[in-house]
């Protein structure tokens, strides 16, 4: 607790008070501006510690709504006064070279070590803020509800003859407690639906934190259609354990009408199993893992298990939700797993993606495969970025994900091509 509330509020005080060396370089004759940005700051630093001291992530939908708010003002605050501080940072590297040098050298001024700043410097930073402002603001917005579909077509030479062809859309990390908007929410499964895909998927994490989040929804994402099924699998937060509950016996209890959830909206939600799906005499092997993950997340998936009934020769495609899985255990398994689909990094909700040219997001030093198609030893994997969004309401650069992937029978030169 105390770790939670200290990072952030450290992080934003040390920010906030280069980004104030801009504004009292601006506002040298008009000294309310300073007594301005000050009551905001610290007004704002008040309200953070005290919404995370207070916070009960079990807690109804109003307080879910506070924690949003403030969590939508936080971003809002501290990246613009981030990239405030940036060339302030720059320009007093300058002005304490610049100071040694003309003590060193000893060029007469000796009553002054360091230079004035420059108006023009703290007017670049102001200028350069405003840019995340305002995608920050739009991220918030739209861009929660700026739904993409992206497509991907994979060569594999093992890929049974009845499946050239054939196709399937994944999402991933819907997070149906933050959701807030109907319309929009029944626009993105009609998109899903408009994929015509032979298979939809979810990778988990369909609740923030209880089985209870979902209800409101149930009825729009069990539109979902799909002529060869619906899959699903949990994420770390499916499993409630982010919550305070009252006994073991109402965690399970939740855990239960979690399961029914997955069934009401028509998926067939896979723990550690597989299914056989067959197609003109030939088949391939849909497998399903509960959550797997590294840096203290749940490791509650069995990857033997799962396919314990099936055999080294059959086409494995794998739903893992955390993509660390792959790393760790997947791409070295006896029994491959010709692609891997998961989530859970939504590519922090928060990044810059130029297709084919430029993708960064802070989560990749975390997760180093964290958005979209890698591949080692023949093996794929391809991360999600999320249906939803969680903690932070909204998508900045990084936007809501529809994945469709076409299933091609050929060699690597193909999928080079």
């Known amino acids: 607790m105390l770790l939670r509330i200290l990072i952030p509020v450290v992080l934003l005080t040390i920010v906030d008070f280069y980004a104030y060396q ?86 007469g001024n000796t009553e002054q070590f360091l230079p004035s700043r420059r108006r023009f410097i703290s007017q670049v930073a102001l200028a350069l803020a405003a840019i995340p402002f305002a995608g920050i603001l739009h991220g918030i917005w739209k861009g929660k509800y700026n739904y993409r579909v992206i497509k991907k077509t994979l060569f594999f030479p093992d890929l049974p003859e009845a499946f050239d062809g054939f196709t399937l859309s994944q999402i991933s990390d819907v997070h149906s407690g933050s959701f807030d908007n109907p319309e929009k929410i029944a626009y993105g499964i009609d998109l899903i639906n408009q994929q015509k895909s032979d298979m939809i998927v979810f990778t988990g994490d369909i609740v923030n934190n209880r089985a209870d989040e979902m209800d409101p929804w149930k009825e729009v994402f069990s539109k979902l259609e799909a002529p060869m099924g619906k899959y699903s699998i949990l994420g770390n937060h499916d499993y409630g354990d982010y919550v305070s509950w009252e006994s073991e016996e109402a965690k399970q209890a939740n855990m239960e009408k979690l399961y029914r959830t997955h069934a009401d909206i028509g998926f067939d939600l896979l723990r550690n199993e597989n299914r056989k799906i067959e197609k003109d005499g030939q088949s391939i092997r849909l497998v399903g893992v509960e959550n797997w993950g590294t840096g ?25 939700h955390d993509p660390s899985h792959f790393d760790h255990k997947v791409k070295e398994h006896p029994k491959k797993m010709a692609v891997t689909l998961s989530g859970h990094t939504h590519g922090m909700q928060f990044g810059i993606e130029i297709p084919g040219f430029f993708r960064w997001s802070p989560v990749k030093y975390r997760y180093p495969k964290w958005a979209g198609l890698y591949e080692e030893a023949g093996r794929y994997l391809y991360v999600n970025r999320g249906f939803g969004f969680l903690a932070f309401p909204g998508r900045v650069g990084i936007w809501p994900e529809i994945t469709v992937l076409e299933f091609r029978r050929g060699s690597s030169e193909d999928q080079i091509a």
């Not at 008009?30 to 992530?57: E, P």
């Not at 613009?80 to 060193?104: A, C, F, M, W, Y």
């Open 296 to 320: 203290g997340f749940a490791k509650h998936g069995d990857l033997d298990k799962a396919v314990a009934d099936t055999s080294a020769e059959d086409f494995h495609i794998l739903l893992s």
């Open 22 to 107: 801009a504004v009292k370089t601006l506002s040298r004759d008009q000294v309310y501006w300073r007594y301005l940005y000050w009551g905001i700051s610290i007004a704002f630093i008040v309200l953070l510690i005290y919404t995370l001291i207070t916070f009960d992530r079990s807690a109804g939908p109003h307080q879910n709504s506070i924690f949003k708010l403030v969590m939508a003002s936080f971003v809002l605050l501290f990246v613009p006064k981030l990239v405030i501080s940036i060339p302030l940072l720059l320009e007093d590297i300058t002005r304490v070279l610049v100071g040694l040098s003309g003590r060193l050298i000893g060029d």
